[in-house]
């Protein structure tokens, strides 16, 4: 403004009414925007250091109310700051024509000299930035909460709220009352500044809910969110829209500061209720029910809040939590999952606590250094590089101790890493529901303090070979015990579900060398039980081989002592038919060897005592002086043609002349 001043002429000549308001309305709402920019980068600061201040932060970012209430700031700010470049330039304007000087530029040297180009390049320099810088708030602090950690913290949020919101409910009065005539824009600015007044009173309203724990108040958040960006895309549209048109006349000249979006909302001239009344002619305000609701608006809006606020007092709690119950600030009962009907708030609160919900805390591992949250991996996607657990690679989560070294017979450490998941749980009794609450302010940082004192006590007191060797589920299960009961002197009302250890190793750095040193141990019991198995191995085969010749011998003595008993019995029983039949049984013995010999000859064999027959005739004598030393079974038989036979008589058959046949000799019985 000093530049400006220079300008001025010496007299009686001072700025208008319009520009010094809407100057102290852009201080005001320019000074509101800074304070809520220097408290929001305290959220940036480590845990802990910005004390009850930095709480407040964290609790108005997370739940949206910082968004609603910088976003709502912005829009109102910028709407001022279009309006003073039109101020300033009108009056920049009145005193070169006092001076004589002309006005009549159209560059942007002259935004601040010409109504007419501050209306179209100055709004469309300073308005399209006010929505950039709406939708950067809304960007970096959308909310991710639907209930605080603590009703307290969102209570003062909420005063705080309240008390901007009655800043800016003054400046809208004053722009009420602030004549039309001399600053046009003061209608449409009023609107704007209305709209602002109730987006801060919705939003402080808002953070009473939330602190109230009602989870559903976040979709109202985020319509309440999102309004002053709509307005501000509006409103940078019509201003782009202004470069494409030629600069108006300075009587013409107006701020962008006209919405219709915030004209609905606020009720100015596009709003539904005017809208009927000057284009289609429907003056609701002549109707008898109209006027009736008006006269009982106040009764109703006040029996509405009274039963909304005894609805406060009906809680329906999950299948996954319980509450406790305080009646005038004292607990009461342990309330399980259903619906409840209690004292209205602020008389009865209730206190939600978790019901079987199971938590896991790393041991040993700082927050900065813990994992994130739960990876979840697909089943046909590729394992990522965070959940390697071989020995090799070191990862997140992953906590170093020192044990005791017995190597070297001199005081010595060993280094030995290992990751070590706690899961726990609240107590599912209403004792421990109620000491979760009131014994213990952080049930994490008091389990891993614990569980990091258990866990270095079991490391100082083993080697590195006895940490390795021993069984994972015992070492679990004493860590276990030992934080049980650790956490029950505490009466922190938590129960330890389990002790997860996922992997106990050497760093990174030595696995290579304890790798050789097991694999060595390996292939060494590798060997032996290799070489045990072939000596199992050739001692079954002996045993296999013993067994087949003992049993095949076995096998042939019986055979061959079976063969004889049946050649004996046969023996015996031949000796036996012999003594009965005598020559009989020769014969007949002698005919069964001739029918086996000659079984494949189509011979016939007579009785000597046939005169003739058809066919060859054996006789069994040996021919005259023929010897009887070397001769076979062709001398012993004469076979005579069945021709040279004599002719038979019809009836009888005499004898036939001739030698009488002679009887088997055991030499012929041994070739037949």
Known sequence: METFEKDRPTGDSVYPRS???????????????????????????????????????????????????????????TGVLATLALTLSRFRQAVAL????????????????????????????????????IYLALQFLWPYEATPDSSTSA??????VFALTFIALVCERVMVEFPAPQLPEAPALRRLLLLTTLLLGAAACIELGRGAMLGWLRWPQWGVALLPMLVALELAIRALARLFLPAPAAANARAITDSILASVVTGGPRAPGTLLRTHLGLDFTRSWALYYLSAAIVPAVLATA??????????????????????????????????????????????????????????????QAAPGGPEHVGAEDVPPASLNRLWESAHSGQANYLVPSAGTGQQGFQSVSTEINVLYRVGLTDAAALQSVYEVADPESLIREAGSRVVLRFFNSRTLMAVLGERRDNVAAAMR?????????????????????????????????????????????????????????????????????????????????????????RFDAERRAHADGGQSFLFERSLSRLEAALGQKPLTILDHRLSSAPGPIIDLRAPPGSARTGAGPADDMNIAPAAAAPAAPATTAPAPAGPTPRPLTPDLQDAY
Do not use: M
């Open 19 to 77: 520009h010094r308001l809407i100057r102290r309305l852009a201080l005001v709402y320019g000074v509101s925007v800074l304070a809520v920019c220097l408290l929001l980068p305290l959220a940036l600061l480590p845990t802990g250091t910005g004390g009850s201040v930095q709480a407040l932060v964290h609790e108005a970012i997370a739940g949206g109310l910082a968004a609603t209430v910088l976003a709502a700031l912005l829009l109102s700010l």
């Open 98 to 133: 006092e001076q004589g000087r002309s006005t009549a530029g159209t560059g942007w040297r002259d935004v601040f000299d010409h109504p007419g180009v501050a209306a179209r390049l100055g709004q469309a320099l300073i308005v399209p930035v006010g929505a950039v810088l």
């Open 155 to 160: 209570n003062i949020l909420a005063a705080f």
């Open 306 to 367: 009274l039963f909304c606020w005894a609805l406060t007092g009906v809680k329906l709690i999950e299948l996954g939590q319980r509450g406790i119950y305080e009646r005038f600030g004292a607990p009461v009962a342990v309330l399980g999952p259903g619906l409840h009907v209690l004292l209205p708030w602020p008389l009865g609160r209730l206190r939600p606590v978790e019901f079987g919900t199971i938590h896991s805390v790393a041991i040993g591992v700082d927050d």
């Open 481 to 569: 015990d030992a934080l049980t009961a650790d956490l029950d002197s505490h009466h922190a009302g938590i129960e330890i579900v389990s002790v997860l250890i996922e992997e106990i190793h050497p760093p990174p750095g030595a696995a290579a060398a304890y790798h050789a040193v097991q694999a060595a141990e390996i292939n060494a019991s590798a060997s032996i039980s290799d070489e045990r198995g072939r000596a199992e191995r050739v001692a079954g085969v002996a045993q296999q081989e013993a067994h087949q010749l003992t049993t095949g011998a076995h096998a042939t003595a019986v055979e061959r002592v079976d063969a004889a008993n049946a050649d004996a019995y």
